[in-house]
């Protein structure tokens, strides 16, 4: 049993605000109209028949002397239709039988026979002789049966329990929502870019877990760019400093040797230009990713057909890859009516910078590049593979951060930022889709790109 109510309350603990709150209440009105019922049931019915047989009584009481009084005169027909003339009135009706039950007179007002209490009442003569019937007829009045203790006293417990009711919703509302807003909301006040914080852990399912979710989610993407900011300086830093030596070491050799031969200082010239060229080329990648970063913001999709696109970038890339003694094999199943929806633009780009990679850093003169894409049927994957230097197991799941590159050296040799798989990300997760590098069977690198179908 025990087992059974961990489970259950574990459930209800997990349930949406949206479920949980109509179902609160219900079950607060359910409880309170049962709680209600039983106390009817056990304390008021009782009470109200208690009352009721009392006032029946008390009438009982009152129409009996009510008949003595009119035999108290005498039993004459004449002293006795006195005596009723004056008693009666317009709550009391006062019927006179013989002892045949034959009715004689009746005085008195008019009678409402929903709410009426009848008597009958035998009257003797002075020898004992059974002589009349007299029948009394009272109409009932509400006020009759009121119980102003009982009305007191269920006002009471009904305000008590009301009460109760609500500090106790108070206390869970203040633990459920109130409290947790509060201190998710001055934990949002100190975050900050220069500052980290402890974890922001949560363990619900319902409205407020989601909104912890998504502040931490926050949270982790406003350190990730922090850190991003500082390594954009370091890198822009690290990747000017080596150029700008060169220059310096360029300039420092034309000053202080003035009797230079004009072939040398043609070839120092031509060496500053060629850093400076650099210092530019850097600078124009960080402007072009900066730029890319924001167009993705406000990107424009569109219904693409697969196919075409597929056909189109493989026919671009293998006469491309050709030029340069190296070789693309492509295949693909997509049909005509395959599409997704994204910006054919931003997805060009991204085989740009893919094929681009694979180039410049397989690291071979003749590379072979495989191509292949297929539909499922739920997303469209395309798997690139080189038959290159590859990367190295431990740097597959970073090579898609930020400035990150696997050789430094070879990054400074090449001209590389590390920004260019960043941007196929960036591009990729924009569109819903994903992108993962593995080790490919030649050796090489081996890029998947998944993108979900466009199902209308």
Same mark, same amino acid.
């Given at each position: 049993?025990?087992?059974?109510?961990?489970?259950? @309350?574990?459930?209800?603990?997990?349930?949406?605000?949206?479920?949980? @709150?109509?179902?609160?209440f219900?079950?607060?009105?359910?409880?309170?109209?049962?709680?209600?019922?039983?106390?009817?049931?056990?304390?008021?019915?009782?009470?109200?028949?208690?009352?009721?047989?009392? *006032?029946?009584?008390?009438? +009982?009481?009152?129409?009996?002397?009510?008949?003595?009084? %009119?035999?108290?005169n005498?039993?004459?027909?004449s002293?006795?239709?006195?005596s009723?003339?004056?008693?009666?009135?317009?709550?009391?009706? %006062?019927?006179?039988?013989?002892?045949?039950?034959?009715?004689?007179?009746?005085?008195?007002?008019? *009678?409402?026979?929903?709410?009426?209490?009848?008597?009958?009442?035998?009257?003797?003569?002075?020898?004992g002789?059974?002589?009349?019937?007299?029948?009394?007829?009272?109409?009932?009045?509400?006020?009759?049966?009121?119980?102003?203790?009982? &009305?007191?006293?269920?006002?009471?417990?009904?305000?008590?329990?009301?009460?109760?009711?609500?500090? @106790?919703?108070?206390?869970?509302?203040?633990?459920?929502?109130?409290?947790?807003?509060?201190?998710l909301?001055?934990?949002?006040? %100190?975050?900050?870019?220069?500052?980290s914080?402890?974890?922001?852990?949560?363990r619900?399912?319902?409205?407020?877990?989601?909104?912890?979710?998504?502040v931490? /989610?926050?949270?982790?993407?406003?350190?990730?760019?922090?850190?991003?900011?500082?390594?954009?300086?370091?890198?822009?830093?690290?990747?000017? #400093?080596?150029?700008?030596?060169?220059?310096?070491?360029?300039?420092?050799?034309?000053?202080?040797?003035?009797?230079?031969?004009?072939?040398?200082?043609?070839?120092?010239?031509?060496?500053?230009?060629?850093k400076?060229?650099?210092?530019?080329?850097?600078? /124009?990648?960080?402007?072009?990713?900066?730029?890319?970063?924001?167009? @993705?913001?406000?990107?424009?999709?569109?219904?693409?057909?697969?196919?075409?696109?597929?056909?189109?970038?493989?026919?671009?890339?293998?006469?491309?890859?050709?030029?340069?003694?190296?070789?693309?094999?492509?295949?693909?199943?997509?049909?005509?009516?395959?599409?997704?929806?994204?910006?054919?633009?931003?997805?060009?780009?991204?085989?740009?910078?893919?094929?681009?990679?694979?180039?410049?850093?397989?690291?071979?003169?003749?590379?072979?590049?495989?191509?292949?894409?297929?539909?499922?049927?739920? #997303?469209?994957?395309?798997?690139?593979?080189?038959?290159? &230097?590859? &990367?190295?197991?431990? +740097?597959?799941?970073?090579?898609?951060?930020?400035?990150?590159?696997?050789?430094?050296?070879?990054?400074?040799?090449?001209?590389?930022?590390?920004?260019?798989?960043?941007?196929?990300?960036?591009?990729?997760?924009?569109?819903?889709?994903? %992108?993962?590098?593995?080790?490919?069977?030649?050796?090489?690198?081996?890029?998947?790109?998944?993108?979900p179908?466009?199902k209308?």
């Amino acid at each position: 049993m025990g087992i059974r109510l961990q489970i259950y @309350l574990k459930g209800l603990g997990e349930m949406k605000l949206k479920i949980k @709150l109509p179902l609160l209440f219900s079950l607060i009105f359910v409880i309170l109209s049962v709680s209600f019922f039983l106390y009817l049931r056990s304390y008021a019915f009782e009470a109200i028949i208690y009352h009721a047989e009392e *006032v029946k009584n008390s009438f +009982d009481k009152e129409n009996q002397l009510l008949a003595s009084k %009119i035999m108290a005169n005498g039993s004459g027909d004449s002293t006795v239709f006195a005596s009723m003339d004056e008693l009666g009135n317009e709550n009391i009706t %006062i019927s006179l039988y013989d002892r045949d039950m034959t009715h004689l007179i009746h005085q008195g007002g008019h *009678v409402d026979s929903t709410l009426l209490h009848t008597s009958w009442h035998p009257v003797s003569d002075h020898s004992g002789r059974l002589q009349y019937f007299i029948k009394v007829e009272r109409n009932l009045k509400i006020r009759d049966f009121t119980m102003p203790t009982f &009305v007191i006293k269920t006002i009471t417990i009904l305000l008590i329990s009301l009460a109760i009711l609500f500090v @106790l919703l108070t206390l869970y509302f203040h633990k459920l929502i109130t409290n947790p807003i509060h201190l998710l909301n001055r934990r949002l006040s %100190i975050v900050a870019l220069s500052s980290s914080l402890p974890l922001l852990a949560v363990r619900r399912n319902d409205e407020i877990g989601m909104l912890y979710g998504h502040v931490a /989610q926050m949270e982790a993407r406003i350190q990730t760019a922090r850190r991003e900011q500082t390594d954009l300086i370091g890198v822009i830093a690290h990747d000017l #400093k080596t150029p700008l030596t060169s220059i310096n070491g360029f300039l420092e050799l034309m000053r202080t040797h003035r009797q230079l031969q004009e072939e040398q200082k043609e070839e120092y010239i031509h060496l500053i230009e060629k850093k400076a060229g650099q210092m530019t080329d850097i600078l /124009q990648q960080f402007s072009h990713y900066a730029k890319s970063e924001m167009q @993705l913001q406000h990107l424009s999709m569109f219904p693409i057909p697969m196919e075409s696109l597929y056909v189109s970038l493989a026919s671009e890339y293998d006469a491309e890859l050709s030029g340069y003694d190296h070789e693309l094999i492509w295949s693909h199943s997509f049909k005509a009516g395959d599409f997704i929806v994204g910006n054919e633009t931003a997805l060009r780009r991204v085989f740009a910078n893919l094929f681009s990679n694979c180039v410049r850093y397989g690291n071979k003169e003749e590379l072979t590049i495989r191509m292949n894409g297929h539909m499922t049927s739920k #997303k469209i994957i395309i798997a690139i593979e080189d038959d290159g &230097v590859g &990367v190295p197991e431990a +740097d597959l799941p970073r090579i898609f951060d930020l400035f990150y590159t696997v050789d430094h050296a070879r990054q400074s040799e090449k001209g590389g930022t590390g920004l260019g798989l960043a941007s196929c990300k960036s591009i990729i997760e924009r569109h819903g889709g994903s %992108i993962e590098g593995y080790r490919a069977n030649s050796g090489g690198l081996g890029i998947v790109i998944e993108l979900p179908v466009d199902k209308e």
